[in-house]
């Protein structure tokens, strides 16, 4: 059995709590607080503690999907991009860079928003990027 | 965020989390911190049981007001009024701080202009409190030794918003409760990332570290860095896009991890335009409202399959670690983006997150000390600004100046909600958060310990106009407004007032933002009116047929 505890961050709200992922054979199992972390000092809320429970739900998306017939199918991310790719080299080319916009996350990391606005800024060539902080 | 930049330079938290726990006067206006910043509500606990004041301005009775030395439920959207009566009092009695005015700000005048006209008689009039409760905060608040400020959404979703945080800017400089521990003007951020968001340029006016697009040196900063020619206009907002789409002039949306047909105000005219897009494309890690208009879906990954950094509400950046391989062939959701970058033509090679955030440092000066080898060293993160290597990060803002300079007193005149009660919709209804939940309840609801505390939408209804209109505690009624109507059980509690309803807005099948509007913005931040609207509340008579 491989057991591991992996010190991160909670991912619910704007108090950024250390929690520990409890890791048994690549499943998170549970979560803990932690005791060093400024934030919660060894606290945690209902949200928190049960923060692990969602990860390994069935739901979770596991393929790319594309619309096919009016239903999102399966299909590979070779497929995923050549589609994305073509559709956006197509709508800039005819309608222009501000003709495509970007929702990015406060949920992703500041290495996600990073890559991400700036592939809006430098690939696309538009500043049409935002988020709900305004919500 | 727009009004603190405005005033004092910067619009984050100006101070960090540990220190309200020593904080003599605390404020909390618009923030059911309880529920959505708990181990924030900690601190208010710690600093009451070391005698500090708590003072709770909010239309609803949240569970912190029950512990306030002074508890007012003000109309919604008459934050300006009271603000601005609490001000006039301080004036009147001379508890303003005049040396911090003359030292550190500028445009007194014009703020004392403004809030001589607004006497404790006036703002009660407008709000709905008492004149001696108005007294009593204005001497709480300017008379402690420090006081700090805690505020939410409550405040900011208004059309008047920016307006709203404006005067609380105001009234932190004219006691000079800012620039020192414990004081201080401090938006609490919804979401665990919300702040990084914002510092690394996910705005359309600013680039990573809040360098305007339109200043001709930063895009050329940015085009050395990145090789590119960029664009000099400012681009669209969240709600600005929306109407883009529904006039035909954003054709293409990349949504990554958000979901706006739950989230948004006035959700039919979203779908109306995500409908109208000749390509949306969703990067999550569920099946969301929204995702199920994409013409295509990315799977990304959670918060447990990835390195990276997460800033939080007090600007403090910690590291985030990957605990577990993605799940199924879902990706990073930077990897997904570079890859696509190099398809289009633009290479990119990050090898790892830790390669993006080397990128990001050197061009963001408030990050530019923190490393990846710094987070891991120390549990406690860093708080930016941290210029250099060398720097222990910066948890007060505004010390001795302000990030502007002087701080700015802006003359803030009371306009109303943009939608009030009528006679054909006669109740105010507002929107918040419940404690298992969390924002479009995406994850929380798949979570099996939080599904079995709550899982069903609901309205509350005060006790008395729950009698005058018939309506039982758990009962089925129609809420209706402009935009559209959403059937729910009515909760009958005293936490609202007569003529007022509030509803989570976690929850899909009943969506809340089925019925607030996406008309009223505030001008400058364009945030949407989410916190109030008008609406009709009726019985849902037994022959109806539920089709919400």
């Known amino acids: 059995m491989d057991y591991r505890v992996i010190p991160t961050i909670c991912t619910y709200c704007g108090c950024g709590c250390g929690v520990g992922l409890e890791v048994v054979d690549g499943r998170v199992v549970r979560t803990l607080p932690i005791r060093t972390n400024p934030v919660n000092e060894g606290k945690l809320c209902i949200k928190g503690w049960n923060v692990h429970e969602f990860i390994h739900h069935p739901a979770r998306l596991k393929k790319p999907l594309l619309k096919h ?63 709900c902080a305004r919500l | 965020m727009a009004g603190l930049a405005a005033a004092f330079g910067s619009g984050a938290m100006t101070n960090s989390f540990k220190e309200i726990e020593d904080t003599e006067c605390i404020f909390v206006i618009g923030s059911n911190t309880t529920v959505a910043h708990p181990l924030v509500a900690t601190r208010i606990y710690k600093a009451k049981a070391k005698g500090a004041k708590l003072i709770v301005v909010d239309p609803r009775k949240i569970h912190l007001a029950s512990f306030a030395d002074i508890y007012v439920q003000h109309r919604l959207g008459t934050d300006v009024a009271l603000i601005n009566g609490i001000m006039h009092v301080i004036y009147k009695e001379g508890w303003y ?49 420090t006081s700090s400020i805690l505020y939410c959404m409550g405040v900011t979703q208004h059309a008047t918003g920016v307006d709203n945080v404006k005067s609380l800017a105001n009234l932190a400089m004219l006691c000079g409760h800012v620039g020192r521990p414990s004081t201080g003007v401090n938006p609490l951020r919804g979401q665990n990332n919300v702040q990084g968001a914002c510092d690394m340029g996910g705005l359309p006016n600013v ?7 339109n200043v001709p040196s930063n895009r050329e900063k940015f085009e050395k860095a990145w090789g590119v020619t960029l664009s000099p206009n400012v681009g669209l907002t969240v709600v600005e896009m929306t109407n883009a789409a529904l006039e035909g002039k954003l054709k293409a949306l990349i949504i990554m991890g958000e979901n706006p047909l739950v989230s948004d105000p006035d959700v039919h005219h979203v779908e109306e335009a995500l409908r109208a897009l000749e390509l949306l494309a969703v990067i999550d890690i569920f099946p969301t409202p929204t995702t199920d208009l994409a013409h295509v879906v990315l799977p990304g990954v959670s918060f447990a399959e990835k390195d990276g950094t997460f800033t939080n509400s007090e600007r403090r950046v910690q590291r985030v670690r990957k605990a577990i391989e993605p799940i199924g062939e879902a990706r990073v959701e930077w990897a997904i983006f570079q890859d696509l970058a190099t398809r289009l033509g633009y290479h990119m090679s990050y090898s790892s997150s830790e390669d993006v955030f080397k990128e990001l440092t050197a061009l963001t000066p408030s990050y530019a000390g923190i490393s990846y080898e710094r987070l891991d060293k120390s549990p406690e993160g860093l708080i930016w600004p941290c210029p250099t290597p060398d ?51 995406t994850m929380t609801r798949r979570s099996f310990h939080l599904v079995r ?42 936490s609202v007032k007569e003529g007022l309803l509030f509803m989570p807005f976690h929850f899909a099948e009943a969506a809340a933002n089925r019925l607030t509007a996406s008309t009223a913005l505030d001008p400058i931040a364009k945030i949407p009116e989410l916190k109030v609207c008008a609406v009709k509340l009726s019985k849902l008579e037994p022959q109806t047929t539920v089709a919400a």
């Open chain 1, 69 to 131: 017939g009016g239903q999102l199918e399966p299909v590979s991310w070779e497929d995923a991009f050549d589609y994305l790719a073509r559709e956006l080299s197509r709508i800039k080319e005819t309608y222009g860079s501000d003709s495509i916009g970007f929702l990015v996350s406060a949920k992703c990391t500041n290495e996600d928003n990073y890559v991400a606005q700036k592939f809006a800024r430098v690939v696309i060539g538009t500043n049409n990027v935002d988020h």
């Open chain 2, 97 to 145: 701080n005049k040396k911090f005015i003359d030292e550190r700000t500028e445009n007194f005048e014009a703020l004392v202009e403004v809030i001589d006209k607004y006497p404790p008689s006036l703002a009660s009039r407008i709000t709905g409190v008492a004149e001696e409760d108005i007294i009593k905060i204005a001497r709480y608040y300017a008379t402690s030794e």
């Open chain 2, 207 to 213: 680039y990573p570290g809040y360098q305007a697009v």
């Open chain 2, 391 to 441: 720097h222990p990060g910066t948890p007060i803002l505004h010390r001795g100046q302000f990030a502007r300079g002087k701080g700015l007193f802006h003359a803030v005149e009371y306009r109303g909600p943009a939608e009030v009660p009528d006679d054909e919709y006669p109740f105010w209804l507002t929107t918040g958060r419940v404690y298992v939940h969390y924002h479009t309840g």
């Open chain 2, 453 to 494: 505390e709550l899982n069903e939408p609901y309205v509350e209804i005060s006790p008395e106009d729950a009698l005058r209109l018939g309506i039982e505690n758990g009962e089925m009624v129609r809420l209706e407004s402009r935009r559209g109507y959403i059937i729910t059980k009515a909760f009958v509690t005293d």
